[in-house]
């Protein structure tokens, strides 16, 4: 093949990774055309395949941009933030996008739906709204453990549990792919705290890092196979993640087969040589310091040709690799898809809203309440999303007092004056208005102290009182113990004193909690008759609570981690987030702090959230996987069986109550001939279809062995599933087991297995 018919074939196959060409390309072609376009490229050109264009130069407002190399036609990729919706900022008139984003809920509460099905559809919707305006990758989903109830990007990850995040973000990242639009996970790995994250070395031993910190990283790399993978800003055990071969190449690319591309997070790590020979295909954002950098490094032989060709082999091999059904991807209608993913939006938020308590049945709401009284700034200004990279800047929020409004309430006078008079101005496009979410809130003020005399007045005027608690989280920060956990003293009283005259009055009160992870309920949850998390539920969020509410949905979402009933309790709380140490084995670069914390030690291994709380027997406010339903759900017929490449667990579920519903049904086991029960596992779950009255369904959850491996490092022999008896938990939450039932597991202990 000439030089001239090569290029003009790469130029084709290349550009239909962008432009929706119908040309596929056959893996023949990609393998020679790999070979014949790197002994073509120049050393600048390679260098600058792996770097992107730079912080300062994002065209359209993308959040990164790979270089492209124009002689060969190979164009730029656009990478596009984020989790919970595609971050533009359409506010800004330089770029004319051609939609607007559609704020979903946060990644908490797609988790606590516990259904892929739905979680799957949303990224459908996130990757319709990314190809609209050609963005190629989305910088999502973040799969880190909710080690901590305080980490501050917790609201942007799923759960504290691997196997519940590693399904779930395998649904995100499948739904996402489903339209031609790559994802990203990150934060490959252990990012489960933000103080002084570029330079906090995480320590933690190689069974606990491999059986939970990269144990959802793993299921969702093997079960929807992702276009890409970040890595942390974060060390762990001395290494920043981004210049760790053992993690990068080994693991990743080698025992795993992750064949997409793996880039750093923007700006991370202290040496681009050290990424690129780790394994790195792309240094992001990308700077001219960092091409002078690798250049240096090829120079002195720091860093081989060879090493700097694989990276480069592997970006041209992703770019060669369109997804299956980007050829045939057309865009969607937009006003259907937005209207399309407004609803899902709604639904998705109402299905992860999670129902703590419901004393004497008060929700729903019964017919005889009109008009409400809603207290805490939350009722006006709802928190829909964390600060950062993640938060979307949408065209409007439902804040909770709409949402009531839509469904005909009234509310106290009285009390709207007040809290017009109070709060800031809303701007409804206020998400926009400090770039994107960095930085602080503008709305984010202190709850107002009320009199008990204010209080009666109120009450003459309403027949039910709802006191929205909120809690904003953001990207660069951890929560604090004192101000996010706990309940302030105002917030206290407020609760205490409206319990008290309207419960006298015979009135429900229902806290909201707007939170984005555990807060302490212990000292006042006996005050109220129901509280609902509606978490940062997205735009729709005001109307998915109304939803909720009002019964035209049944709540169906459950604790996708523990809420402890003091902080202090948990073992993750020592040391959290992290000490200041006098060790100098780690370089200051952008955005570290020696002075600041510097390290975690993981000492707790695996005792985190429910394994924690089981393992320890510590009484807790509300357990892993617990969730009210207005219906009652009974479980017989349990069935376990071996399968020669997984476990079936079956069972029937019949909903005994008065309205219908979905149930959640959890797996649990524990290998009894070696442990007791308190250490049993989450390890497969299900949501039911909508059931009705006295309808039974039959379900089944299948659980692949690698959920029940463990990781034997002793032995050296790595992943293997131990035989013996086990016992298998059906059951409504960590601690509300239903039925159970042993069976003897054939086993593998061999040690060539790995991976
Ligand atoms: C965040 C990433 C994000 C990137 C680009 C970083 O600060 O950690 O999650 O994708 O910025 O915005």
């Not at 003009?8 to 790999?34: E, G, H, P, R, W």
């Not at 290998?671 to 909508?690: H, P």
Request: net charge neutral; charged share 20%; with cysteine.
């Amino acid at each position: 093949m000439t030089m001239k018919t090569l290029r003009q074939l790469t130029i084709v196959t290349l550009l239909c990774v962008f432009c929706n060409n119908n040309a596929k390309t056959s893996s023949d072609l990609m393998s020679y055309d790999l070979k014949e376009i790197l002994s073509n490229l120049s050393v600048q050109e390679k260098i600058e395949l792996v770097t992107g264009v730079g912080y300062e130069y994002s065209p359209k407002g993308m959040t990164g941009y790979t270089t492209s190399i124009e002689r060969f036609g190979i164009p730029h990729m656009a990478l596009l933030d984020g989790p919970q919706g595609i971050r533009i900022d359409w506010s800004k008139k330089d770029f004319n996008y051609s939609i607007r984003p559609t704020a979903f809920p946060t990644a908490t509460v797609l988790a606590s739906s516990w259904d892929e099905n739905l979680v799957f559809k949303v990224g459908e919707g996130i990757g319709k709204e990314a190809r609209h305006i050609y963005a190629d990758i989305i910088l999502g989903p973040g799969i880190n453990l909710q080690r901590n109830p305080l980490g501050g990007r917790n609201f942007e990850y799923y759960s504290e549990d691997p196997i519940l995040t590693g399904r779930i973000g395998s649904s995100m990242v499948q739904g996402i792919q489903s339209v031609g639009v790559g994802a990203t996970l990150k934060h490959f790995v252990a990012n489960n705290s933000e103080t002084n994250r570029a330079a906090l070395n995480i320590i933690v031993d190689e069974k606990t890092l491999r059986e939970l910190y990269l144990r959802g990283f793993k299921i969702a790399v093997q079960d929807s196979q992702p276009r890409a993978v970040m890595t942390a800003y974060n060390l762990l055990n001395g290494v920043h993640t981004s210049q760790d071969s053992k993690l990068i190449t080994q693991i990743l690319k080698k025992e795993w087969g992750f064949d997409g591309i793996v880039m750093t997070d923007w700006k991370s790590g202290t040496d681009p040589a050290k990424q690129i020979s780790a394994g790195v295909n792309l240094i992001m954002p990308g700077s001219s310091n960092d091409r002078a950098s690798i250049k240096k490094s090829l120079q002195s032989g720091k860093l081989r040709m060879e090493q700097l060709d694989r990276s480069v082999k592997e970006v041209l091999r992703a770019a060669l690799n369109p997804l299956p059904t980007l050829s045939s991807y057309k865009l969607s209608n937009k006003e259907n898809l937005l209207k399309n993913n407004r609803s899902l939006a709604r639904v998705a938020a109402a299905n992860g809203m999670v129902l703590l308590r419901n004393k004497g049945k008060k929700l729903p709401l019964k017919g005889n309440i009109s008009e409400i009284a809603f207290f805490g700034n939350g009722s006006y200004h709802s928190l829909i999303s964390g600060l950062g990279s993640g938060r979307v800047c949408s065209t409007y929020r439902v804040n909770i007092i709409e949402g009531a409004s839509n469904f005909s309430y009234g509310q106290s006078k009285l009390l709207e004056e007040i809290m017009r008079n109070y709060l800031p101005k809303s701007n409804p496009h206020s998400v926009c208005d400090y770039g994107g979410g960095f930085g602080q809130d503008p709305e984010l003020i202190d709850e107002r102290n009320f009199s008990e005399k204010e209080i009666g007045l109120i009450e003459r005027q309403s027949d039910a009182a709802i006191i929205t608690l909120r809690r904003l989280p953001g990207e660069g920060q951890d929560l604090s113990e004192e101000d996010h956990f706990e309940v302030s003293q105002t917030e206290r009283s407020l609760v205490r004193s409206v319990s008290e005259i309207y419960r006298n009055k015979k009135k429900p009160v229902i806290v909201i909690l707007n939170v984005p992870a555990p807060i302490e309920t212990e000292s006042w949850a006996d005050f109220v008759d129901a509280i609902l998390v509606s978490w940062l539920g997205g735009q729709e969020m005001g109307n998915a609570v109304f939803d909720i509410l009002t019964g035209k949905q049944n709540p169906s979402g459950h604790l996708t981690a523990s809420w402890p009933k003091k902080y202090s309790e948990l073992q993750s709380a020592h040391g959290f987030p992290g000490i200041v140490t006098s060790e100098k084995l780690i370089p200051i670069f952008a955005g570290g702090d020696m002075a600041k914390p510097t390290k975690i030690e993981y000492l707790e291994q695996d005792a985190v959230g429910y394994r924690d709380i089981l393992q320890s027997q510590k009484s807790v406010a509300y357990p892993f996987g617990f969730g009210l339903h207005y219906t009652e759900f009974e479980l017989s017929n349990m069935n376990v069986k071996q399968r020669p490449h997984n476990v079936e667990v079956s069972m029937t579920i019949t909903n005994t109550g008065e309205v219908s519903g979905a149930d959640v049904i959890q797996v649990y086991s524990v290998n009894s001939d070696k442990d007791d029960v308190k250490y049993r596992e989450l390890k497969g779950f299900r949501k039911t279809d909508i059931l009705s009255p006295k309808q039974s369904a039959d379900v089944m959850v299948t659980i692949p062995y690698r959920e029940l491996e463990i990781f034997d490092n002793d032995n050296g022999c790595g992943w293997m599933l131990e035989q013996g008896s086990y016992q298998f938990f059906a059951a409504h939450s960590s601690q509300h087991i239903m039925s159970s039932q042993i069976i003897e597991l054939k086993g593998d202990h061999s040690c060539e297995k790995n991976g």
